[in-house]
Nanobody, 121 residues
Framework: QVQLVESGGGLVQAGGSLRLSCTVSGSIFSINSMGWWRQAPEKERELVANIGSGGNTNYADSVKGRFTISRDNNKETVYLQMSVLKPEDTAVYYC???????????????WGQGTQVTVSS
């Protein structure tokens, strides 16, 4: 059973910073892409940032230059460093991982439970 455990959310004032972490546990062969998505009230879930197994990254236009995604393969953890936070960044942030696991020849798609980020003005 693969699980994703997120941490680091909270309440912060506009202009502040937060760092989110997501650690993968369970029986896996390899992790491909790791990413962060977010969903604000009454809005669709959207990609924030993604990082491939080779370290290539991509970001939503709205967070470029403010957020940085990174990963530690030894710890099977992905991070999202968020700076210069804005009230419009308020959302539940979800970790998403694509991984190969025993018993399946295909990449499997896993999501974390979500962590709330609230930015006050």
């Amino acid at each position: 059973q693969v699980q994703l455990v997120e941490s680091g959310g909270g309440l912060v004032q506009a202009g502040g910073s937060l760092r989110l972490s997501c650690t993968v546990s369970g029986s896996i062969f390899s992790i491909n892409s790791m990413g962060w998505w977010r969903q604000a009230p009454e809005k669709e879930r959207e990609l924030v940032a993604n990082i491939g197994s080779g370290g290539n990254t991509n970001y939503a236009d709205s967070v470029k230059g403010r957020f940085t995604i990174s990963r530690d393969n030894n710890k099977e953890t992905v991070y999202l460093q968020m700076s210069v936070l804005k009230p419009e960044d308020t959302a539940v942030y979800y970790c998403r991982v694509m991984a190969l696991v025993p018993g399946s020849p295909f990449q499997n798609d896993y999501w974390g439970q979500g962590t709330q980020v609230t930015v006050s003005s």
